[in-house]
């Protein structure tokens, strides 16, 4: 159970175009979801809180015009980041916390690795 | 140009001796704290969590341990193997809205 998929693994992307990452709870109800982003060999970053049915909350100094969050249903979230430049590229994460814990556990997807040429 | 990026702490043991990860987490409002395990390229795994009110959590070859009083959190992982090679995170939910904030990373790197 709590399994996380994450579409796609990989995307390469040319500059000034836009890519969209999908973040689906499979076997369970998640209101609320995240997005990381990781450098290599560093921590994973949050770039915003994703919640079911209303606007996204961005961490500071995350651009919330260039990453667009939608998390229409209580199962998917979306990323897309907008007009992506090279300095863009990097491991994008999602994460989702089952509605029905009470407690603030976070299962996680298997990333998305974007390369912007 | 030649690119300088941080360097993760690693630990290294022999296959089938007991590791200790540590983690000094910041914030005393923390009541939930998580260990992840993320392999290279992938996303982290739920390893064990536990609850402030608790300070030892044992799991199939995992324990986790908490000292509140110190804001410590360490995971043993007993006799271990090849595939426990990974970058470990401690994580704590202090920081309000659901978030989690996470350490640094630990590699673990097991010798033959």
């Known amino acids: 159970g709590a399994v996380v998929s994450q579409h796609p693994s990989w995307v390469i992307c040319k500059s000034g175009t836009s890519v969209k990452i999908e973040c689906r709870s499979l076997d369970f109800q998640a209101t609320t979801m995240f997005w990381y982003r990781q450098f290599p060999k560093q921590s994973l970053m949050l770039m915003a809180t994703s919640n079911e049915g209303s606007k996204a909350t961005y961490e500071q100094g995350v651009e919330k015009d260039k990453f667009l969050i939608n998390h229409a249903s209580l199962t998917l979230s979306t990323l897309t980041v907008t007009s992506a430049h090279p300095e863009d590229s990097s491991f994008y994460i999602c994460?989702?916390?089952?509605?029905?814990?009470?407690?603030?556990?976070?299962?996680f997807g298997a990333g998305t690795r974007l390369s912007v040429l | 140009g030649e690119s300088v990026g941080l360097h993760l702490p690693t630990l290294s043991v022999q296959e089938g001796d007991n590791s200790i990860i540590n983690c000094a987490y910041s914030n005393s409002a923390s009541d939930y704290f998580i260990w992840y395990k993320q392999e290279s390229g992938k996303g982290p795994q739920f390893i064990i969590d536990?609850?402030?009110?608790?300070d030892k959590r044992q799991g199939q070859r995992v324990t986790v341990l908490l000292n509140k009083t110190v804001k410590h959190l360490s995971l043993q992982i007993a006799a271990t193997q090849p595939g426990d090679s990974a970058v470990y995170f401690c994580?704590?939910?202090?920081?309000?809205?659901?978030?989690?904030?996470f350490g640094t990373g630990t590699q673990l790197k097991v010798e033959l």
């Open positions: 994580a704590e939910n202090g920081g309000g809205g659901n978030k989690l904030t």
């Open positions: 994460s989702a916390r089952p509605t029905d814990r009470g407690y603030d556990i976070q299962y």
């Open positions: 536990i609850r402030s009110n608790m």
